[in-house]
Nanobody
Framework: QVQLVESGGGLVQAGGSLRLSCATS????????MGWFRQAPGKEREFVVG????????YYADSVKGRFTIARDNAKNTVYLQMNSLKPEDTAVYYC?????????????????WGQGTQVTVSS
């Protein structure tokens, strides 16, 4: 069993930055592919970015490419999402997710474990 706890959300003006953290329990964090998803009101939960545990490769949604950066600290069992140049359309609840396979999946249904989410609100 893996537990995920997100933090770092908040209210920020357009153009600002936030860093989200996702702390995980368990000794096998190093062997989980991690993903960040987001869900805006009235919309489906969408893939933002993922990082593979085996290769360290990353994949970003086009909407955040060049603005967001994912990183993982295996010593701290934590994955981060640095969000720069935020836009009002980035407003959503952000969730981290974990999966024990090597690949990065874009479909939320592929992920086994989820955090409770953290709200990010970007004002114009």
């Amino acid at each position: 069993q893996v537990q995920l706890v997100e933090s770092g959300g908040g209210l920020v003006q357009a153009g600002g930055s936030l860093r989200l953290s996702c702390a995980t329990s368990g000794r096998t964090f190093i062997r989980y592919t991690m993903g960040w998803f987001r869900q805006a009101p009235g919309k489906e939960r969408e893939f933002v970015v993922g990082i593979s545990w085996s290769s360290g490769s990353t994949y970003y949604a086009d909407s955040v490419k060049g603005r967001f950066t994912i990183a993982r600290d295996n010593a701290k069992n934590t994955v981060y999402l640095q969000m720069n140049s935020l836009k009002p359309e980035d407003t959503a609840v952000y969730y981290c997710a974990a999966d024990p396979r090597r690949e990065i999946y874009f479909n939320r249904h592929e992920y086994v474990y989820w955090g409770q989410g953290t709200q990010v609100t970007v004002s114009s």
